[in-house]
């Protein structure tokens, strides 16, 4: 296995770094309900997907503790 041979610089350390980037989730609009979803998943909003009903929609990380 490659070892390095010297140490890396902060410079191109944070060079090489800068080029992590995240992307954008990409939404669909749920032809049930209408809400923003994300695709391929049931809808968080009324629980459909593709034009079946699965089990309750629970949306946990809005619901009041």
Same mark, same amino acid.
């Given at each position: 296995?490659? !070892? *390095?041979?010297?140490?890396?610089?902060?410079?191109?350390?944070?060079?090489?770094?800068?080029?992590?980037?995240?992307?954008?989730? %990409?939404? +669909? +609009?749920?032809?049930?309900?209408?809400?923003?979803?994300? *695709?391929? !998943?049931?809808? *968080? %909003?009324?629980?459909? @997907?593709?034009?079946?009903? @699965?089990?309750?929609?629970?949306?946990?990380?809005?619901?009041?503790?």
């Amino acid at each position: 296995m490659a !070892v *390095p041979k010297r140490k890396m610089s902060r410079s191109n350390t944070r060079a090489r770094r800068s080029q992590w980037k995240t992307t954008a989730t %990409t939404l +669909t +609009t749920c032809p049930q309900c209408k809400s923003h979803m994300r *695709p391929h !998943v049931a809808c *968080p %909003t009324c629980g459909t @997907y593709k034009g079946r009903s @699965y089990a309750e929609a629970v949306r946990s990380e809005h619901e009041a503790v």
